[in-house]
Each structure stands twice: as C-alpha cells, then as structure tokens.
C-alpha cells in the first residue's frame, strides 16, 4: 500500500461525488417539472425522487467522512514509522463505522440539496397554483421579466448567475462560485464574510447558510434559450 494510491483513490470518489451532486440536482429539475403539472398522480412520483434525493445525501455524507478520516488517519502514519501503515485499513474502518453511526436523519435532512429539493417542490407547486389562478396582462408581464433579470446579476460579479445559491438568514443570491471563493478568502484573513448586497445588515455569511435555488436557475436558463431563440 502507498500514500499516493490512496490520494488517488480519494481524489475519485470527491470525482464521484461531484456526480452525485450533479445528480441529485438533475432529480430535483424532473421533480419540479411534475410539480408544475398539477396532476394528484404524480405526487407518488415526487415522494419516491425525495427518497432518492435522500439516499444520494446519505452517500455525500458518507463520502465526506470516509475520506475526512482517511486523511486524518494518513496525516498521523507519514510521521511515524512504516510499520503503521498495515493498521491503516482497520484504523479508517473503526472510526468510518462510528461517525456512520451518529449519521440521524436530521442530519440528511438538513443536506443542502435536500433543503433545495423541498424548497423548490413547494415553489413549484405554488407558482403552478398562482398562475392557474391568475391571467396576468401583457404590461405586467413585461414588468415582472425586467424585475427577473435584475435578480438574476450576481452582487459580486454583477453578470449574470449560473449557479444561483440563496442566503436563507438575509434571503439574497449570489453566484456559487463567487460566494464561496469570498467566503474562502474572508476567513484565511481571519475575518466574517459580509453579505455583499448593499444595505444588507447581514454580518457572518456562512456556506451552510447557502442553498441552491433551483427555481431561479431554472428561470435563468429559460430566458436564455428565449434569448437564442430571438
């Protein structure tokens, strides 16, 4: 066994991860499709897509303990004598199955992706429920895309988000990519991340505060292809 396979073999399943991300994400766009058609039948549907979103949120957590302690394991081997390496697997095992057996559904529950899962369902089911209710005119709707296309410019990079992610304390958007890399360089100086919206009187931006806003990136992308269409 060497260390460097073994970085290998981590750097494949954050790979892997990053898969599982990406699908989970691809469930919840299907998901939000049913809601928006307003038909009792697909809610069954729904329900077993929110159990998927459930298990691919288990198998992150697990991902992110497996290879947090086989870092922490293989920190504490390079500084001791070889020997140690043959205790290596038993070692990740133990301290894999204990942190496995603190994982509560609580802890799935409050996955970020899971969070968005339910969030978007129940957007979708109450704008599919409004416009259904409502013949917006022509003026209004013209007013309600240029309010869109406001919120959809990203306060740090003021171009237009790919990724939206919404700050559940203060409400606002921003970027992925962008709020993260603040959030990244405030705290190696030692320092909070301020919400970058002005006027916001949010102080302490942190990433578990951020979800993705899967209705937002989906209007994003809708008036995209709107736009390449004219």
């Known amino acids: 066994m060497s260390l460097s396979a073994v970085h290998g073999t981590l ?13 989970m994400d ?3 766009d299907v998901a939000m499709d049913l809601a928006e058609t307003q038909d009792e039948e697909v809610n069954p ?11 691919c949120a288990k198998l992150d957590r697990e991902i992110n303990y497996f290879v947090d302690i086989v870092q922490q394991v293989t920190g504490e081997v390079t500084s001791q004598q070889p020997e140690a390496m043959f ?17 509560s559904d609580a802890d799935l529950q409050n996955h970020q992706k899971v969070v968005a899962f ?30 869109t296309q406001v919120n959809f410019t990203c306060p740090l990079t003021q171009v237009e988000m790919v990724n939206p992610m919404k700050n559940k ?15 990244k360089a405030r705290h190696s100086q030692k320092k909070k991340c301020r919400c970058p919206v002005v006027g916001c009187g949010n102080a302490d931006v942190k990433q578990s505060d951020l979800i993705p806003d899967q209705i937002l990136r ?13």
């Open 169 to 183: 304390k203060c409400g606002h958007h921003y970027d992925e990519g962008a709020i993260l890399s603040m959030i």
């Open 118 to 147: 339910k969030d978007s369902i129940k957007n979708s089911l109450n704008q599919a429920n409004q416009e259904s209710a409502e013949n917006t005119e022509e003026l209004d709707e013209d007013i309600a895309v240029t309010q």
């Open 45 to 55: 549907g729904i329900k077993e897509m929110e159990a998927m979103i459930l298990e």
């Open 26 to 28: 691809i469930v919840t």
């Open 218 to 230: 989906r209007k994003i992308q809708s008036q995209k292809r709107n736009n390449n269409r004219t």
């Open 87 to 103: 205790s290596l697997s038993a070692k990740v095992k133990e301290q894999f199955t204990e942190r496995i057996g603190r994982l």
């Open 11 to 23: 750097s494949s399943l954050k790979s892997c991860q990053a898969d599982i991300g990406t699908g």
